[in-house]
């Protein structure tokens, strides 16, 4: 199993609901990222884990809360979030410097 | 502080024909450098890597880059380009420690294939 999945593809939320992104591997690896991606722009780090530790957090607004409950598994937490944060929300994963597999991504839209 | 500088928005190639897009960096040490392809809706698939030794790196899908210092550049090059090459490319850069990578990437070329 060589790839990363995301889920849902797609969710629509209003400003004061709670929902979360999932993100999942089984290959192994023991870094995980998330990335934001609004529309024709390059992907902007969130958060890094290294081994089910946060590791990077690109001063990322409270509303957004990330989770590493164990190795394969990672999830971002949403709540009470702002229509400018559409986008697409890529996660990635790596076990070798510089190679990081990439899911689809969850395209967000908050109302 | 580390930035790409991808100059060309929009490339538009004909089926067959060669192509080269093109990637300027600037980072303070030893650069690692990297392309990536995004399909519509899709997430980023890594083509290739440099981070040191030969300069000329050879990717998946018959791309190349070659790293050239003096110019801070690395540009991708494919001889024939295929309809299924048509994708948003990005060149990023970064320091490389594992667990704590923080790739900066370009703001991306846009490539189109015609018949």
């Known amino acids: 199993d060589t790839e990363v999945t995301q889920t849902p593809k797609h969710l629509v939320m209003g400003m004061t609901n709670k929902k979360s992104l999932k993100c999942e591997q089984h290959?192994?690896?023991?870094?995980m990222y998330w990335y934001k991606q609004k529309a024709k722009k390059p992907p902007e780090l969130m958060f890094v884990?290294?081994?089910?530790?946060?590791?990077i957090n690109e001063s990322v607004p409270s509303r957004f809360s990330p989770e590493c409950p164990n190795s394969s598994l990672l999830n971002l937490h949403l709540h009470a979030l702002q229509p400018e944060d559409s986008a697409l929300y890529l996660c990635?994963?790596?076990?070798?410097?510089?190679?990081?597999?990439f899911g689809p991504g969850t395209r967000l839209t908050v109302l | 502080a580390q930035s790409v500088t991808q100059p060309d928005i929009h490339i538009t190639v004909s089926e067959g024909a060669s192509l080269e897009l093109r990637c300027n960096y600037s980072y303070g040490a030893t650069p690692y450098l990297f392309w990536y392809v995004q399909s519509p809706g899709q997430g980023l698939q890594l083509l290739l890597k440099?981070?040191?030794?030969?300069?000329l790196v050879q990717g998946i899908k018959g791309f190349e880059a070659e790293f050239k210092r003096s110019q801070s550049s690395f540009n991708l090059r494919k001889p024939s380009v295929h309809w299924s090459d048509a994708a948003e490319y990005f060149c990023a850069v970064g320091p490389v420690n594992f667990g704590n990578e923080k790739l900066t990437f370009g703001t991306g070329t846009r490539l189109t294939i015609i018949p």
């Open positions: 990635a994963s790596s076990q070798e410097r510089g190679r990081q597999f």
């Open positions: 290959m192994g690896h023991r870094a």
């Open positions: 884990y290294s081994y089910e530790k946060l590791s």
């Open positions: 440099y981070f040191s030794g030969d300069t």
